[in-house]
């Protein structure tokens, strides 16, 4: 008989993550299944570990259907699609993965701002239209005098900082608390932060705590040369009060990698010249998923030796197997 743990992927669909996973555990898929209802009551009951996507919900309501469930890997460092409250209270471990997408989220969030400030997508749609041998593309704004605040100094925040720091870019932030081992200027408040800003990085958590913090009151503070950048979650921002500001001049331009409803990006925002719109590829480059998938497996391989996992988020208890 097969006596290995039994894994659960849900939304995970990287082959590496897959063969690694069942080279040790016996792994069973919810999204092949043709009845998601009739196989969680078959082997539900038997599931020791959840192998999740980034932003796949996971909640009481499936943890009910999980009773010996001891731990959660998520692929993704942020987890605000996970009730981690309800994992807590009932003993389940969580995971996530942190560090090993920093420098690149923190690459694309440097590019993201480059491309908002200078409109080099515009540029490069400019000279494929044919437009350059009529006339010489239009002076954009500059990096250059500019103050940057990031909101959240996590480890993303903080690569992004080192990266405007050699870029010249001042650098202020605001976050829960100050950090006492940073150089850069703290505001006690979001608003402070964006009324001493002109460029305003998003890289905090999202979940019910920051949800729409960078409101109409954020973006006029943070004034008409204005830039927002956001790698983190669309949830953090009033997308309606960005697409107000930005329709009316009253802030400048802004870089998005995250949506409040991924995919769906609101038209009015894509209609405007002054963004700049990816579809969350901060962490996605092959490099950087395959170490993000390695750290998930990482973490179920430690939990079922009996070890403390790698990289557990602090809501859950992160005892070392059972
Ligand atoms: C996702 C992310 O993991 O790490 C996060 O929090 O949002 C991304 O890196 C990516 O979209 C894969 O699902």
């Known amino acids: 008989s097969d006596d290995r743990p039994e894994i659960l992927l849900i939304r995970q669909t990287r082959p590496d993550v897959a063969e690694r996973l069942g080279q040790r555990f016996r792994l069973h898929r919810l999204d092949a299944a043709p009845d998601r209802d009739a196989a969680l009551a078959e082997i539900g009951p038997r599931i020791r570990g959840l192998a999740v996507g980034a932003m796949t919900p996971i909640d009481g309501a499936l943890f009910d259907r999980l009773p010996n469930l001891e731990i959660v890997s998520s692929f993704g460092v942020g987890y605000d699609t996970i009730d981690v409250g309800e994992a807590a209270r009932r003993g389940i471990c969580v995971t996530h993965t942190p560090d090993v997408l920093s420098d690149e989220v923190a690459d694309l969030a440097l590019g993201l701002l480059l491309a908002t400030v200078r409109r080099i997508l515009q540029a490069d749609r400019y000279l494929r239209a044919g437009q350059w041998r009529q006339a010489s593309f239009p002076l954009t704004t500059s990096l250059r005098e500019r103050r940057a605040g990031i909101l959240g100094l996590g480890r993303i925040g903080r690569a992004i900082a080192t990266r405007l720091e050699a870029f010249g870019v001042h650098v202020a932030y605001h976050g829960r608390r100050p950090q006492d081992d940073v ?4 505001h006690d408040s979001l608003i402070g932060l964006a009324a001493a800003s002109d460029i305003l990085i998003v890289a905090a958590p999202g979940g019910p705590d920051t949800r729409g913090i960078v409101d109409a009151a954020v973006l006029a503070a943070l004034g008409p040369e204005g830039i927002v950048i956001n790698i983190a979650r669309g949830s953090l921002i009033d997308e309606a ?6 329709k009316a001049g009253t802030i400048l331009g802004a870089g998005l990698d995250v949506f409040a409803n991924e995919p769906h990006v609101p038209e009015d925002l894509a209609a405007l010249d002054n963004t700049v719109l990816l579809p ?10 395959a170490a993000m998938g390695r750290l998930l497996t990482d973490n179920l391989f430690a939990w079922f030796d009996g070890q403390a996992p790698l990289t557990p988020v602090p809501e859950t208890p992160a005892r070392g197997g059972r």
Request: charged content about 5%.
């Open 183 to 186: 150089p850069y200027a703290y």
């Open 241 to 246: 009060a960005l697409t107000a500001a930005l």
């Open 280 to 289: 969350h590829v901060g962490s996605g480059s092959h490099y950087t998923r």
